[in-house]
Structure formats: structure tokens, C-alpha cells
């Protein structure tokens, strides 16, 4: 069974900081994603990794960056948050055989 | 660039009544389809998936969509909802041997018992 887990479930953070979330998958997946969900705009991409070290824009990077040292971990990053990145945040990994996304649980990010 | 959607934002059902959510996507060529549900309080899971062969695919809990080719369309149906589907659904679409997803922007199905 694929396991995405996230590693806050909720995080509260003030204006400015720099903001760390984590996604670890235990499937060997090469493909890895972060999105955010807000309420009538669906999932939109932030960033993908198509392997280790490798990234690719999504439709929405503006004030993320990302990291993926290793193959099971992808981090999302916020340089310096702001109000209008409070949000939930999906991770997802994609197996490359069945093109199947695995969503991790989420985390429910508040900036202050 | 490619969109999905999704023109049912909020459905409000009785139990055992029938369900039919729309999804159209833009992109003209082959196409990977999906569609996810995430019930309350829970990470979104895959309902069904549709690559290629039979258009009409059944997915779990009762759960089948159409593709229909001509009418960039892959509606979702359940003959007969229970409460228990109240859940958010999306449809999402991508393309064989590509990266991206896209997904549309949701339907809360609300089954009233």
C-alpha cells in the first residue's frame, strides 16, 4: 500500500517567515508534487520533481521553491510567507507505470 | 494550456437518489482521465481511472464515468447515492508520458439521509 505522509498536519506561521513542509513517500516513486487546494479553485500545481535533484515549475511557483535531495523526500518551501499563502497543501508522488497520483493527507497551513 | 470543468460546484441529494457530475477537459489528443474523491477530513483517494479500451469504466463503491471522445466529456454516475458519498470529487486530466496533472476545481456532493 502507497504511503504519502506529510510531516505537519496543521501549521500556523507569522508573515515573513521561512516555512519548511515535507513529503516523504515510501514507493520509490520517481515523480513527486506539490499543490495547494483552496475552496472553488481545485488542486493547482506548485512544483513537480521528476527525479532526484531534477524540478519543474508548476502553474503557480511564485514564492515557493522546493528541494528533492533524496528520492523519497520532496520539501516545499516558503522563502518569506505571506496572508495569501494561507492554504492546504497536497503532496502527491506518481507512480511512472500506472501514472496513479498518491495524495498524502495534506497540511493546513495559516499565515498570520 | 490544458483546463478541466467542473460545472457542478455544490449537488445536494436525497439518499437513493441518482448521481451524474459533468467534467469537460480542452486538450484534443490522447488523453488520461480521472477522478478522486476526498471525503471529510481525509487525503484525497482515486475513485477511477479511465487510458484507453472501454469508455464506459467502473470505478469503486458503485462509482462509473463515460468518456465520451467527441464531447471532451467524463462524467461521473452513481445510480443511487448513499450518505456516505458525501464527499468532494474531482476530475482530473493528463497525458500519457506527461509530468502534469490538471484537475478541476471540485464538486462538494452533499446526500442528505
Known amino acids: 500500500d502507497v504511503k504519502v505522509t506529510q510531516s505537519s498536519r496543521y501549521l500556523v506561521k507569522r508573515t515573513g517567515e521561512k516555512v519548511f513542509l515535507e513529503c516523504v513517500q515510501d514507493m520509490d516513486h520517481e515523480n513527486m508534487f506539490w499543490y495547494r487546494q483552496d475552496p472553488g479553485l481545485g488542486l493547482r500545481l506548485i512544483y513537480f520533481?521528476?527525479?532526484?535533484?531534477?524540478?519543474e515549475k508548476g502553474d503557480i511557483p511564485e514564492g515557493y521553491s522546493v528541494s528533492r535531495e533524496k528520492k523519497e523526500r520532496f520539501s516545499l518551501i516558503l522563502e518569506s510567507a505571506s496572508t495569501n499563502q494561507t492554504s492546504m497543501y497536497l503532496c502527491a508522488s506518481r507512480s511512472t507505470v500506472n501514472y496513479e497520483q498518491y495524495f498524502g493527507p495534506g497540511t493546513r497551513l495559516t499565515v498570520t | 494550456a490544458q483546463s478541466v470543468s467542473q460545472h457542478n460546484h455544490h449537488v445536494i441529494l436525497s439518499e437513493a437518489a441518482s448521481l451524474e457530475l459533468g467534467c469537460n477537459y480542452s486538450y484534443g489528443g490522447t488523453v488520461n482521465l480521472f477522478w478522486y474523491v476526498q471525503y471529510p477530513g481525509q487525503h484525497l483517494q482515486l475513485l477511477l481511472k479511465y487510458f484507453s479500451g472501454d469508455p464506459l469504466v467502473k470505478g469503486i463503491k458503485g462509482f462509473e464515468a463515460e468518456f465520451i471522445k467527441s464531447k471532451f466529456s467524463f462524467n461521473l454516475r452513481k445510480p443511487s447515492v448513499q450518505w456516505s458519498d458525501t464527499a468532494e470529487y474531482f476530475c482530473?486530466?493528463?497525458?500519457?508520458?506527461?509530468?502534469?496533472?490538471?484537475f478541476g476545481s471540485g464538486t462538494k456532493l452533499n446526500v442528505k439521509p
Open positions: 520533481s521528476y527525479d532526484v535533484k531534477m524540478k
Open positions: 482530473a486530466v493528463t497525458r500519457p508520458n506527461f509530468n502534469k496533472f490538471y
